[in-house]
């Protein structure tokens, strides 16, 4: 193998496919990219066996091959190059990476020992752009269970149905959903692990090219053009959302989201303090005021609001409303509440594309 | 206690005197900040016991008194808080400190509980500005020592003598000098402790402003005009620096940092991997040639110089190199060697305000 291509380029593509390698390991191949050379392409590969990542570069392929090399210290000695051509060769067992007037030598792993990507017959895709699969998976990820003990959580539903692509979240405390309009091939539902969506959206731009994306009983393939994605997806049938929504609420508030963001995140100080993280809200006429407090002190916020309906007071964790206004593409926001232990719906008062759902906390005797 | 000031200068003077506060601390008043109100100025105290920090702010002071808060809530808080004015009073024990629609509750503790820095007689001052006085520690603060095992090597020595002002600090393996010319009240020797300068440069100003100091036999006192940092001295003599510097060169190479900087932080690459950190300098007619190598790989550079002398062979710890070469104020550097075993000096070109010492690694055998 020997090669030929701009350090810039290939510095780009390691770090696309290091995405997939994992440092924690108990095979060393997988801490390896592959790399082969063929005509005047490179092709990267890297997998952990669950997620793998594939790209491609044009290149002056002088010789054809392939060899395997440990993921970190390639990428950290091309990162520390100098952008001119950078040349890779293999001769006598040794890789030579060569630019300016920096040699690296690197022992080399045989590429028949590392594991091949599945291969999926690309003939039923759904496609969708990069910038909406990013804002799809930002809002609905933050609502994914952090511990295995209901695993098909872990994951964000992918779910087409008639002309509407979902992704939905929940974690037992909070739901979120976020739909789009597509053109359907075939309805389906299948869930994708978190941490494929997470590395997913690190490699994704804020551009309108499309992603073809593609599933097969047990997987899932993100074609992005350049970039292949292929996950595993998650065993087991999700919980069946639909029926955790309400049909109804009896109070409406409409705030804006910055006020009620930072007003939270300075009620939670306290609530953080006292380990619990309770924010309550007391929805009045013109106002919401939120207080929380422990044994240093308490916290008293007042925002202005809009509210349809009768007062109320109602307990929850601040985090789980934090993590909403955060990621929320909406400058004010509803809050649809029924009752104090009945949950509370978030939505943007332009478009109905997103749906979070929270649980309240109850509130015992007067405190 | 009772006035108004402005939210960002409030913040701004929590953060200066937070940077003596310790978390861990057994004294829980330690946490704390003490503020007190007199007539049209603030002052902010807090202390660990070694290092003190006071800053002082005008507000409108309606009621005289003070209260010891913890710093980190407040801090976190009044961050926060959106910019206008801040309140802060004392009523029925309580603090309330409001801004616009929050309201803070926090419990204080009696000032009566919290140490007073020492009273210090600033009489006797040495003055340098605050940008020399961050230049002077951020050039030697790099080679104190980070173990224990000999206490006054974790600080920097300050000597002045004759018409210079010397910051020294070495680890045993680099020593690194900055002088200043100062307007010399006395002679003097003390060794401040390394995390008393850390802090302080943290709070200091590119700005020609002045810095007032003044020892006492225990402490020292930096005077920034609205802050005072007292840090306890460091026990004990300070080895005599002067003896280990080499009063010739055999040979001196001048270089550019940033090539060299750059070439061997590759090298270094793969010197950490084998936990040795080595690399070898081959010093030839026109060239630097640096080397490392691990089981799993080498990395070969060549360097661009400008030789005086004769080659040499020699080992360091890339480390220390680094170190000096990310600080030092000068874009080529002088490199001064004698043997293979005696220390290299690190100076700029065009000024000797600045020396760097580093001792070589023994090459054994043929490797």
Redesign the interface.
């Known amino acids: 193998m020997w090669f030929t291509c701009e350090k810039n380029i290939l510095q780009e593509a390691i770090n696309t496919v290091q995405k997939a390698t994992s440092s924690k390991t108990t095979y060393p191949i997988l801490e390896g990219i592959l790399i082969k050379a063929i005509d005047n392409k490179v092709i990267l590969t890297a997998t952990d066996l669950d997620l793998g990542i594939e790209t491609y570069l044009q290149a002056d392929v002088h010789q054809n091959g392939s060899i395997v090399l440990?993921s970190k210290?390639l990428g950290?000695?091309v990162r520390?190059?100098?952008n001119d051509d950078l040349t890779l060769k293999i001769e006598n067992n040794?890789?030579y990476i060569t630019c300016q007037?920096?040699?690296?030598?690197?022992?080399g792993n045989n590429p028949a020992e590392f594991p091949g990507l599945p291969v999926i017959n690309e003939n039923s895709m759904y496609e969708v752009s990069q910038d909406i699969l990013r804002s799809m998976i930002k809002q609905t990820i933050v609502a994914i269970a952090q511990d295995e003990t209901r695993p098909i959580l872990t994951g964000v539903l992918f779910e087409v149905k008639e002309d509407t692509l979902s992704f939905v979240a929940l974690d037992g405390y909070r739901l979120a959903i976020k739909s789009v309009n597509i053109e359907n091939k075939n309805n389906i539902t299948a869930v994708i692990p978190g941490k494929t969506l997470t590395e997913i959206s690190k490699i994704l731009e804020p551009s309108e090219n499309l992603v073809k994306i593609t599933f097969t009983p047990n997987h899932i393939l993100f074609n992005l053009g350049n970039t292949k994605i292929i996950s595993r997806l998650l065993d087991g049938d999700f919980i069946n959302y639909r029926q955790i929504l309400p049909d109804e609420y009896r109070l409406r508030v409409r705030a804006n989201v910055g006020e009620l963001m930072?007003?939270i995140?300075?009620a939670s100080?306290?609530a953080r303090?006292g380990r619990t993280n309770l924010v309550t809200f007391e929805i009045k006429e013109d106002k919401l005021i939120i207080t929380s407090n422990s044994?240093?002190?308490?916290?008293?916020?007042?925002?202005k609001i809009n509210l349809e309906g009768d007062e109320l007071k109602i307990r929850f964790n601040a985090r789980y409303f934090m993590d909403v206004l955060r990621i929320i593409d909406s400058e004010e926001v509803y809050l649809e509440f029924s009752t104090n232990v009945s949950p509370c719906i978030i939505k943007k008062v332009d478009n109905d594309d997103y749906i979070y759902l929270v649980l309240p906390v109850r509130i015992n005797g007067n405190n």
């Not at 007037?101 to 022992?107: A, D, M, R, V």
């Not at 044994?295 to 925002?303: A, D, F, I, R, T």
């Open positions: 440990n210290l950290e000695f520390k190059l100098p040794n890789v007037k920096s040699e690296f030598t690197l022992i930072d007003s995140e300075r100080l306290l303090e044994q240093m002190g308490k916290v008293y916020e007042e925002v």
